[in-house]
């Protein structure tokens, strides 16, 4: 997950909380006070209709009409009953049935003189009802009581009005929050991303690239402290490729002059030992010209190069072959081409030449006389060399790429044959690998390197 959905994420989850803390208490104090203001206007109502009906209680046809006109002004039922608890009136119909209601424990508490409210289910409506109960008083005296029923849903719709109104005013906070999170998670992110984008192109090689030193204070730090270690790694680089380049002249020019004079004191000395010993100094000395190639080569690691053209592996396989023919046959190898197509990768000629030179050497080294050293690539940029040797130890495969590491110490080289292959395919963005072969017959080394093609 990216630093920006983690911000958001957690901002979400912030915000989220101090809604539900702030949203819960408030839902249900607004559904009490709704309860409560429903209750005080039904207890208002029914004092409103025990007034009218005092002064008719005693005509049950005027009682009647000002029953049933109340009842279809409050939506609700209206019910008067005398002293006795006796039916008066009723808004649901205008014959009046001989039903008491003395035993109803909200009209015995109004005929005590008590207001009596509260709720009830009604298994006929299928709803919750309110009802409200009140005296009906004539002079101070109670002659009756009144009682307004009606539904609990107003109650509920209000309530769930108030929560919808709640709610979408929470959605749109947290929209809003979580809007304003994803621009402030962004400014945050950017100069990050931009920094792994520079870092990025100083890993290609663009060691002039620089990270721009914006954001907040902490973020201009890390910016300032990659750029100055940028600049730092800019002049070590610059000053190990001078010194590459200093000990590739300096060296190699001595070494050379050694050989010549070794060469020609060998042509003009009469002494077979002392010819046999200039042979063997002169071969030392050869074997330290590789050695110091090698080490040179091995000192360019981490510097890629500026890619001109690509490299046919078909073309570089075929010349690999010619040079080392007459060497294989010297050793009594065999030495075989096998590869299908061709491929055009991202690499020099040089780099590809030195690879297969290693990994030709390498294979004539420990493969023993009579057998094949076979070279294939293929169309994906793979180019391998097989050999019919002792192959490659269980857990070995990795730590032969160690410089300096040799398979078997009684064969010659200088243990950096692989290193240099591994170094060569990492400088142009490959890999280098080494295994048994499937039949288990030899080693198969083999380096990949990228496509021309970007394929």
Do not use: C
Request: no cysteine; proline share 3%.
């Amino acid at each position: 997950m990216s630093l920006r959905l983690k911000l958001l994420a957690a901002f979400a989850y912030v915000l989220v909380l101090v809604l539900i803390a702030l949203e819960i208490p408030l839902v249900l104090s607004l559904s009490s006070r709704v309860d409560n203001e429903v209750r005080s206007q039904a207890a208002s109502q029914a004092q409103v209709v025990a007034a009218a009906a005092s002064a008719r209680i005693g005509n049950a046809g005027e009682l009647q009409r000002v029953v049933a006109q109340a009842g279809r002004d409050l939506g609700a039922r209206v019910i008067v009953v005398g002293p006795r608890g006796g039916l008066l009136a009723d808004s649901a119909g205008t014959e009046v049935a001989s039903e008491s209601y003395a035993n109803r424990p909200e009209f015995a508490a109004a005929l005590d003189g008590d207001s009596r409210q509260g709720t009830r289910h009604s298994d006929t409506l299928g709803e919750e009802l309110l009802f409200t109960a009140v005296p009906v008083l004539d002079e101070g005296r109670i002659i009756g009581a009144v009682r307004v029923t009606q539904s609990n849903a107003a109650v509920s719709e209000r309530v769930r009005r108030n929560v919808l109104v709640v709610v979408g005013v929470g959605l749109a906070a947290l929209l809003l929050g979580l809007i304003i999170a994803w621009v402030l998670a962004g400014s945050l992110a950017r100069p990050l991303r931009a920094l792994a984008g520079t870092a990025r192109r100083v890993e290609d090689g663009e060691l002039d690239a620089r990270a721009d030193v914006i954001g907040a204070r902490e973020q201009q730090e890390v910016a300032l402290a990659f750029n100055e270690m940028t600049e730092r790694l800019g002049q070590a680089l610059e000053a190990q490729r001078e010194f590459v380049g200093n000990a590739s002249h300096q060296l190699r020019t001595p070494l050379t002059g050694l050989r010549l004079r070794l060469e020609a004191a060998g042509l003009k000395s009469e002494d077979a030992a002392v010819r046999r010993e200039l042979e063997l100094a002169e071969a030392e000395v050869e074997r330290l010209t590789r050695l110091l190639n090698s080490l040179l080569t091995l000192a360019r690691d981490g510097d890629r190069p500026t890619f001109r053209v690509p490299v046919s592996l078909r073309s570089a396989a075929e010349a690999a072959y010619e040079r080392w023919l007459p060497r294989a046959r010297a050793s009594g190898h065999s030495l075989a081409l096998d590869g299908t197509g061709d491929a055009l990768v991202r690499s020099a000629d040089e780099d590809v030449a030195i690879t297969l030179d290693n990994l030709i050497e390498n294979a004539l080294v420990y493969a023993p006389a009579g057998t094949t050293v076979t070279v294939t690539w293929d169309q994906r940029g793979r180019l391998a060399v097989l050999d019919e040797g002792p192959g490659v130890p269980p857990g070995e495969e990795r730590r032969v790429f160690e410089r300096f590491r040799r398979g078997r110490t009684d064969r010659p080289g200088t243990g950096l044959g692989l290193a240099i292959v591994e170094a060569l395919a990492r400088r142009w963005g490959g890999s280098a690998s080494i295994r048994m072969r499937e039949d288990r017959s030899g080693a198969r080394a083999e380096v990949v390197l990228p496509l021309a093609g970007g394929g």
